[in-house]
C-alpha cells in the first residue's frame, strides 16, 4: 500500500503545482460526480506531508528492481514537498528545516546504480 500512496502524493503534487487549487478525493467514488469543488492547496499539501511521513521508513532503503520506489524517493519527494511549501504563502515556520533533514537522510543512503542497456 506505501507504494500506492507515495503514487498519489506525486500525482496531486503535479496536479497542484500545474493547476493551483484542484478537486481533491482520498476515498474511492463508484458513482458519477456531476458537481465538484477545488480544494485549497495549503489542505492538499498538507495531506500529501502526512501521507509520506505516514509511509516513511516502511519501504526499502535501496532496491536491486529498477523502477522500485523506495525509502530514499520517499524521503527525497518529502522534502521537495517541503521545499516547496516553504516558499507559499502558508508556509510553515519548519518547513526548510525539515527539508534539510530530509534531504541529509536521502544523502546518507547507499544507493544502487543501475546502467541503461541500450
Excluded at 3 to 9: D, P
Excluded at 48 to 54: C, G, Q, R, S, V
Excluded at 67 to 88: D, E, P, Q, S, W
Excluded at 90 to 98: G, H, L, P, R, W
Amino acid at each position: 500500500m506505501p507504494i500506492f500512496t507515495s503514487l498519489r502524493v506525486v500525482g496531486y503534487y503535479y496536479l497542484v503545482e500545474t493547476f493551483g487549487p484542484v478537486p481533491f478525493y482520498t476515498e474511492e467514488n463508484t458513482g458519477v460526480i456531476s458537481t465538484t469543488t477545488r480544494t485549497a492547496e495549503n489542505t492538499i499539501y498538507s495531506f500529501m506531508i502526512d501521507e509520506l511521513e505516514e509511509i516513511k521508513g516502511i519501504l526499502n532503503i535501496n532496491t536491486n528492481e529498477p523502477g522500485r520506489i523506495t525509502n530514499a524517493a520517499v524521503l527525497h519527494f518529502l522534502g521537495k514537498l517541503y521545499l516547496t511549501r516553504g516558499y507559499r504563502n502558508y508556509a510553515e515556520a519548519n518547513d526548510f528545516t525539515k527539508t534539510a533533514y530530509s534531504c541529509t537522510l536521502t544523502k546518507c543512503i547507499n544507493y544502487t546504480v543501475f546502467e541503461i542497456q541500450i
